[in-house]
């Protein structure tokens, strides 16, 4: 399997410009799971998807951020406009829930994003 | 909801030493508790995690958690490390009892260093 994908893995933009970050999940993974890291606040959850609906997005720091799962095997995460203060390296994972959180969470690579 | 520290930020080890990184949650409940690990420039990755049943869990690689209900820790150990376990381990704990959440809660991490 190839893992969880994440899409640029890397992106440099100016202040205010939309910034769009994909992920494609493990295929048959029913969870998905947007989490941002940063060195003075760790490891936040955003939000997560399961079967394609947001159940929680109460991480989501402002109305700039927005996340999307049209279907099984892709999700976008959107800042619109962004600030420096986004610059952060965005996770995606995903896991095959079989009830709650004791399911392993399989994260991909990460997109490390500044803003200037 | 539930919170996590990791009272070290940084332990530096010498090689084939032994190594105890400390994890502490919030919660006395029955939680789920997990250790990641993330090698520099990638993903987390699972390393363990307790569910229920015995206390003491183990990984693959010789790493080793136990999990101490009365003094809500769930500390992680290894006897002898190597080069190859320099990384970053986060402890995390689902947010509600019994991972009625899928949402888990991770600590701000702990750099382990192993040197020659």
């Known amino acids: 399997d190839a893992g969880v994908i994440q899409s640029p893995r890397h992106e440099v933009t100016e202040m205010g410009q939309e910034v769009t970050l994909r992920c494609k999940p493990i295929?048959?993974?029913?969870?998905l799971f947007w989490y941002r890291q940063t060195m003075m606040r760790g490891l936040e959850l955003l939000i997560y998807?399961?079967?394609?609906?947001?159940?929680?997005d109460s991480g989501m720091p402002e109305d700039r951020f927005s996340a999307k799962m049209p279907n099984a095997s892709f999700s976008t995460l959107k800042i619109q406009p962004s600030e420096p203060r986004d610059s952060a390296v965005y996770f995606c994972?995903?896991?095959?829930?079989?009830?709650?959180?004791?399911?392993?969470?399989?994260f991909g690579p990460g997109t490390r994003l500044t803003v200037l | 909801a539930q919170s996590v520290t990791q009272l070290d930020s940084q332990v530096p080890v010498f090689e084939e030493a032994p190594v105890e990184l400390r994890c502490n949650y919030s919660?006395?409940?029955?939680?789920?508790l997990f250790w990641y690990v993330q090698y520099p420039n990638q993903g987390l990755q699972l390393l363990l995690k307790?569910?229920?049943?015995?206390?003491l869990v183990k990984s693959i690689n010789g790493f080793e958690a136990e999990f101490n209900k009365s003094q809500t820790s769930f500390h992680l150990r290894k006897p002898s490390v190597h080069i190859s376990d320099t990384a970053e381990y986060f402890c995390?704990?689902?947010?509600?009892?019994?991972?009625?959440?899928?949402?888990?809660?991770f600590g701000k991490g702990t750099k382990l260093t192993v040197n020659p």
């Open positions: 994972a995903s896991s095959l829930r079989s009830g709650g959180a004791s399911d392993t969470q399989y």
């Open positions: 995390a704990v689902s947010d509600l009892p019994q991972g009625g959440s899928e949402k888990l809660v």
């Open positions: 295929s048959g993974h029913n969870s």
């Open positions: 998807f399961n079967n394609n609906v947001p159940i929680d």
């Open positions: 307790y569910l229920s049943g015995s206390t």
């Open positions: 919660s006395s409940v029955s939680v789920y």
